[in-house]
């Protein structure tokens, strides 16, 4: 339920459709058979990558967030035993604002939305396309769009992202219906 920043103890088990990513190509979580959307930090995706493929059944603990989203704190692959735990990863120097984004490509994307990404607080941040493409909004843009952010609904968005073996991801600098597409952003470099 958006506004919804309270959170519940989860276990849910089920079996992994695809793996998500962020628009910097990182793995950021997965999603079951049945829709559950398992939200992971992008320092855990190398090793969920390792610890798990499409197809294989686990089972995750966490906090529920927002409808079938849940913000894993264990995640188990049931056929191996091996599993992986949130832990905060090992400092690191940050990336000089001149290197931010720099392997980030342009990206266009469209296609009918299949779900609504949530912000913590469950506010919309974003959208799957039946493509399997992922759209980032900030806040503020989402709720430019209410009508188009609900599944069944046409979008287009353009951005900036990356598409790896993993699948597609951006962060749109202009969302909007198909020819019907707006500049989220005065000065985005065009």
């Known amino acids: 339920m958006p506004g919804n920043d309270t959170a519940s103890d989860a276990l849910v088990s089920g079996t992994l459709s695809r793996l998500t990513i962020n628009p910097e190509g990182a793995v950021d979580g997965f999603v079951l058979t049945d829709g559950t959307l398992v939200r992971l930090p992008p320092h855990l995706g190398a090793q969920l990558t390792a610890l798990v493929k499409t197809g294989d059944r686990v089972t995750v603990a966490g906090e529920r967030r927002v409808d079938d989203e ?109 020819g019907h597409v707006v500049n989220l952003y005065d000065d985005v470099a065009r």
């Open 70 to 178: 849940i913000r894993a704190r264990v995640v188990r692959n049931d056929g191996t035993g091996a599993s992986l735990s949130d832990q905060p990863p090992a400092p690191v120097a940050p990336v000089p604002p001149t290197l931010r984004g720099v392997n980030l490509a342009r990206l266009s994307v469209s296609g009918v939305v299949r779900r609504v990404t949530r912000a913590p607080r469950g506010e919309p941040d974003g959208v799957m396309l039946d493509s399997g493409a992922i759209v980032k909004l900030t806040v503020p843009a989402a709720q430019q769009f209410g009508a188009l952010l609900a599944p069944g609904e046409r979008v287009a968005a353009v951005g900036y992202g990356t598409r790896n073996a993993y699948g597609e991801a951006l962060q749109a600098t202009a969302f909007g219906a198909p």
